[in-house]
């Protein structure tokens, strides 16, 4: 029987959904829970983890790696923490070209590497809104003064709410500094954020993630409503672009849509994105498509992997 391993927290609403639609494939799901202590073992026959041989595995889809809190800072902590990565890299390192891993070891740092994201992007041609990473209040005064404004993120994706920044005194400058350490600051575009999930260079679905409160900078504050929307050829491209200088064989893409012009800036790429509740809201399957992705044959095709296709 075909296996694939689905590597996080099993309360994780994404894990649920895959188990299900591989059961539906005939595929079983091995569920890794990332919060257990790893125990490798990796050696020339076998990468062993979480008492499973990885090797034996069809495919693997990375949820989390359930690293160590750092939060109590001490160095044994912070160290205990990278052990942990460094053994998980090496183990999906070790897998490459034998099992489908989504997404590969490489593509998962990006997120701490956001205003490197945002530069390779820019360097490739793709339109990204104008940015610049600062530890110094001198700093913002290298983007000029754009009519509405400029919002503020954290340098590392995903740990901080994105915000309108108010043009203050240095004063205030510094004392955002010195809470942060560094900001990434970007002009601001008015219009909507809309997520599009692409997996192995084909676009599976994008939406308009709209806050019900209006004054929301930060679509994922609140309540909000989702509303399919076109995608242009050209932002196509862009997109594809994109997750394919991520490294990632399935992301989900954050954009920003102006407006006034309709044009669409890149954010982001995300590695592990949540996709439930986008299914529910949408009605775009995404779970299908990646099960069939993860249970597939390297280089095969689904039906050479499964035999006939389930009903349902
Ligand atoms: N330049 C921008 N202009 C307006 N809104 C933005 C801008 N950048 C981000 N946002 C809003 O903030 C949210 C989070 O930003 P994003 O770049 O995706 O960072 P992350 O999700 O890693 O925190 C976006 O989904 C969007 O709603
Ligand atoms: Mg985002």
Redesign the pocket.
Request: proline share 7%.
């Given at each position: 029987m075909i296996r694939v391993g689905l590597l996080g927290p099993p309360d994780r609403l994404e894990i649920g959904r895959l188990s299900l639609r591989l059961e539906e494939r005939g595929v079983e799901p091995v569920l890794l829970d990332s919060r257990r202590p790893p125990e490798f073992e990796i050696t020339a026959g076998s990468v062993r983890a979480l008492g499973e041989d990885l090797l034996a595995l069809r495919g693997l889809m990375v949820i989390d790696l359930g690293l160590p809190a750092t939060g109590d800072g001490t160095a044994e902590s912070v160290a205990a923490s990278r052990r942990h990565l460094a053994g998980w890299n090496a183990a999906l390192e070790a897998l490459e070209g034998r099992v489908r891993v989504v997404n590969p070891p490489q593509s998962h740092e990006l997120?701490g590497l956001?205003p490197f994201e945002t530069l390779d992007y820019q360097w490739r041609g793709l339109p990204v809104?104008e940015t610049v990473a600062t530890s110094s209040p001198e700093g913002f005064d290298r983007l000029p003064a754009f009519t509405h404004g400029t919002?503020r993120?954290?340098l590392?994706?995903?740990?901080?709410?994105?915000e309108a920044v108010e043009d203050g005194p240095t004063a205030d400058r510094e004392r955002l500094l010195a809470e942060r350490g560094a900001v990434l600051i970007?002009?601001?575009?008015?219009?909507d954020?809309v997520?599009v999930f692409v997996l192995d260079g084909r676009v599976l679905g994008a939406a308009a993630?709209i806050?019900a409160n209006p004054a929301a900078?930060?679509?994922?504050r609140g309540e909000s409503l989702v509303r399919r929307v076109k995608m242009p050829v050209a932002t196509e491209q862009v997109v594809l672009a994109a997750v394919e200088a991520s490294g990632m064989v399935f992301a989900a893409v954050?954009l920003?849509r102006e407006g006034a012009s309709g044009r669409d800036?890149l954010?982001?790429c995300?590695s592990a994105p949540f996709f439930v509740a986008f299914e529910k809201a949408s009605g775009f399957d995404i779970a299908s498509p990646l099960a069939d992705y993860l249970a597939a044959r390297r280089g095969g095709t689904r039906s050479e992997a499964l035999g006939p296709q389930p009903r349902r």
């Amino acid at each position: 029987m075909i296996r694939v391993g689905l590597l996080g927290p099993p309360d994780r609403l994404e894990i649920g959904r895959l188990s299900l639609r591989l059961e539906e494939r005939g595929v079983e799901p091995v569920l890794l829970d990332s919060r257990r202590p790893p125990e490798f073992e990796i050696t020339a026959g076998s990468v062993r983890a979480l008492g499973e041989d990885l090797l034996a595995l069809r495919g693997l889809m990375v949820i989390d790696l359930g690293l160590p809190a750092t939060g109590d800072g001490t160095a044994e902590s912070v160290a205990a923490s990278r052990r942990h990565l460094a053994g998980w890299n090496a183990a999906l390192e070790a897998l490459e070209g034998r099992v489908r891993v989504v997404n590969p070891p490489q593509s998962h740092e990006l997120h701490g590497l956001k205003p490197f994201e945002t530069l390779d992007y820019q360097w490739r041609g793709l339109p990204v809104p104008e940015t610049v990473a600062t530890s110094s209040p001198e700093g913002f005064d290298r983007l000029p003064a754009f009519t509405h404004g400029t919002i503020r993120k954290s340098l590392v994706g995903g740990l901080d709410f994105t915000e309108a920044v108010e043009d203050g005194p240095t004063a205030d400058r510094e004392r955002l500094l010195a809470e942060r350490g560094a900001v990434l600051i970007q002009r601001r575009i008015v219009g909507d954020n809309v997520r599009v999930f692409v997996l192995d260079g084909r676009v599976l679905g994008a939406a308009a993630i709209i806050p019900a409160n209006p004054a929301a900078t930060d679509s994922r504050r609140g309540e909000s409503l989702v509303r399919r929307v076109k995608m242009p050829v050209a932002t196509e491209q862009v997109v594809l672009a994109a997750v394919e200088a991520s490294g990632m064989v399935f992301a989900a893409v954050d954009l920003m849509r102006e407006g006034a012009s309709g044009r669409d800036y890149l954010l982001e790429c995300n590695s592990a994105p949540f996709f439930v509740a986008f299914e529910k809201a949408s009605g775009f399957d995404i779970a299908s498509p990646l099960a069939d992705y993860l249970a597939a044959r390297r280089g095969g095709t689904r039906s050479e992997a499964l035999g006939p296709q389930p009903r349902r």
